[in-house]
């Protein structure tokens, strides 16, 4: 589509106020921060659109005026606020640059059908830049925890020096915390160990109901079905406390009439408990994974002596394989990440680092948080990663996807 | 096979049975079969899951307590008309004195008073008060005991204070659902609660527009960026879909924190606010603990959960359709609107069902970034569960809430199947 639409240079009626518009924009920010937002836009506006006349009329040279450009508003910043204020400076010089040429040359056209007025070219960008913000705001909040971590402070904003890209604002005191603090590290183990029990409950029993699920006769499979969905959508609240009294007769008995140590017994209830949370994942993914699955591949087997087991395992196991690490992991993520239900049916033995976390959120909030989440949030990319390898591969198995 | 077929029998198996008997058992062995691999799950789900939350909802109306440390009294009282304004007669009292003094010997009788507080304040101190000189009477010697009981607390000589023990003596009671809604058990019938204990009713209708505002905010800002995922070449949407993705995957309690660093007093927010000069530093914005707090952490907490399943309907529509109308002469705003957009509701209200129901039983967020004015029914009843210890008004709104809830999974089941809901 690219090289349907010729490109041409745009006349200066429309160059100029939209680059000054946008240099008023960018002015207006800089000028409220030193006191005067009106003098800001017309600085703005006049200097990118001098910039602009300049480029076109005078220097005619696109490599020579993005360089000008990138330096000399790298040099503003620096005047005007240290290196963090430089490099912003030099992003806003290489936009502007960008976008003088862009619209001058009408490169934005480019890519677009040729037949499109100039209002729909308008909306075009307009719900683009529209997108661009919601994913701004779906991924901040993110990238805002893992700088403040790093901060060499005890606050949960940027200090000064963290602005000026001071090496003396950052340092890995939070993380030495979370090493080294007992807290931090028994409930971080505690979470390591309740996590992967109750994901391979929930995988192996999941796995095999799914496995039922999908046959093609199953008596009341709706009622079956919503039934091993609920969890996922009954309130946590409400799981949790129907739980609690439950798991605290359990626990009573465990420990009473059999004489289970106390611990013992605390990490069973906790992870039955998060077991069944995970179960609906793995229900859902495992039964989307066997949607495509080719029976006769069973059959084949089962044709060629093959009992049910090893027909299991060495047939249909490898083929939904991708489904099930992927509930697996969904019901890892559910477990690891989960809090209510563990505040009311685990005791202070088993505190989760999600726990750990909640209670740090709403009595001390300390620092350490921001370094625990940077580690989670760097679990939860490796996971989603994984689970994004483990889907394509899945589908290119199933010969599902070109790609 | 081909004789038995010529001499018009019924159609054998291989074995000699006939086929249809055969086809039969081998139905029903398919569907054992697939029971039995079913059937471990759904025993657990069931036991551990279905079970303890139906018996503590059954909580919610059950009254043991009254009637089984004050049995006597309960019978005794059963012939005293409350509305006369009269206080009861000496055979009430001597059976509330036997029943006093049984209860104190394995002291349940704070547990009864604490029970009747949640009707009436001021019974919790009456119980445990007078129990300690209840203890040191006789039943069979020291009678008559009204005048005495009078004597040790005058709240024993109040009608009210009989007229509660009588409407909380029945074994099955409305009174915790009546709570529930604002309302009380009284002699006379439901009664509304006093204005200053009308809280809960409140509470739900917050709950139920909070969690409007926060599916509508999801809707609009889902939709542009379900569209635009499923517009454009499958290299970009990929590449885009991480950003969904990340914050999917993210622990709640990190997007919560974040939300708590981005909108505090000296937060994120504020202090770029600040610094571009669009806000005073001595004003700056209050934008935690309270609602708006809790509906833009929860609109970013919930939001993949509204474009994934429009993605996945708008991905099935074809472009073509919006081109044909377009050639037909309709506008921008028509083909969409008309074309479109009808397309893609089912995925809107896939998408609208889940954030809403998983946005009224919130409970982590809401108690972070709510404050007072921001918590949600499920805060309230996290408070009556480990808190107050009033177990059966939790019962009550948590009753209440799964019934919501449960109405929309229906919904949702009718609507989409359970079957096709996905994942990443």
Known sequence: MAALTPISRKPMSMVLPVTAAAGGFFGLFLGTANGSGLLGVVLGAAIITGLAAFYIFVLKNEALAKWITIASMAVVGFLLGGIALMIVGALAGWFYHWFIYWLYEGRYRARLLPYLTPKQVLWHYGFRVICGAIFVFLITPILVVMPLSFNAQDFFTFTPEMLRLDPAGYSLKHYQDFFNNNEWQRSFKNSLIIAPIATVISVSLGTLAAIGLSQSHVPFRRAIMAVLISPMIVPLIISATGMFFFYSDIGNWLEGSLGLPKSFVGYVKVVLAHAVLGIPFVIITVTATLVGFDNSLTRAAANMGAGPVTTFFRVQMPLILPGVISGGLFAFITSFDEVVVVLFVGSAGQKTLPWQMFTGLREQISPTILAVATILVAISIMLLATVEMLRRRSERLRGMSPT | ?424
């Open chain 2, 1 to 424: 096979m081909t004789d038995t077929a010529a001499t018009g029998g019924p159609v054998l198996a291989a074995d000699g049975t006939p086929l249809k008997k055969s086809l039969a058992r081998a139905l029903r062995i398919q569907k054992l079969r697939a029971l039995a691999l079913i059937a471990p799950l759904l025993i657990f789900v069931l036991v551990s899951f279905i079970i303890p939350i139906g018996t503590m909802l059954s909580r919610s109306v059950a009254n043991d307590l009254v009637a089984d440390t004050l049995p006597l009294t309960v019978v005794a009282l059963e012939s005293w008309d409350a509305e006369s304004g009269e206080l009861p007669d000496e055979p009430v009292y001597a059976a509330f004195v036997t029943d006093m003094v049984a209860a104190i010997a394995v002291k349940r009788h704070t547990r009864l008073g604490t029970r009747l507080n949640y009707e009436q304040t001021g019974m919790s101190s009456l119980f445990r008060k007078s129990g300690r000189k209840i203890k040191k009477l006789d039943p069979a010697a020291d009678a008559p005991f009204k005048d005495t009981l009078i004597g040790i607390n005058k709240d024993w000589g109040d009608v009210e204070t009989w007229k509660v023990l009588k409407t909380h003596s029945v074994r099955i009671t409305n009174g915790y659902f009546l709570n529930a809604i604002d309302m009380r058990r009284t002699p006379e019938g439901a009664q509304a609660q006093p204005e200053d204990k009308q809280i809960l009713v409140t509470l739900f209708q917050r709950t139920l527009i909070m969690s409007l505002v926060i599916t509508a905010s999801c809707i609009v800002l889902g939709y542009p960026v379900a569209w635009i995922l499923a517009n454009l070449p499958a290299r970009t949407a990929n590449v885009l879909m991480i950003l969904v993705l990340l914050p999917f995957w993210t622990s709640l309690l990190v997007r919560t924190s974040a939300w708590k660093v981005m909108l505090q007093q000296q937060g994120v927010i504020n202090e770029v606010l600040v610094w571009v000069g669009l806000v005073a530093d001595d004003a700056r914005l209050v934008m935690i603990n309270n609602q708006f707090g809790t509906i833009v952490a929860m609109t970013h907490i919930l939001l993949p959960f509204m474009i994934l399943p429009m993605y996945s309907v708008m991905q099935t529509i074809k472009p073509t359709y919006v081109r044909a109308a377009k050639s037909m002469g309709a506008t921008d705003w028509t083909a969409f609107w008309r074309i479109y957009f009808p397309l893609s509701v089912p995925g809107i209200g896939a998408g609208s069902i889940l954030v809403f129901i998983l946005a009224i039983g919130y409970y982590i967020t809401p108690e972070i970034v709510g404050g007072t004015k921001g918590v949600f029914i499920s805060n309230r009843i996290a408070y009556h569960i480990s808190s107050s210890l009033n177990w059966g008004l939790a019962a009550a709104l948590g009753a209440i809430l799964l019934a919501v809830v449960l109405i929309l999974y229906w919904a949702y089941d009718k609507i989409v199947g359970i079957d096709n809901v996905k994942l990443g």
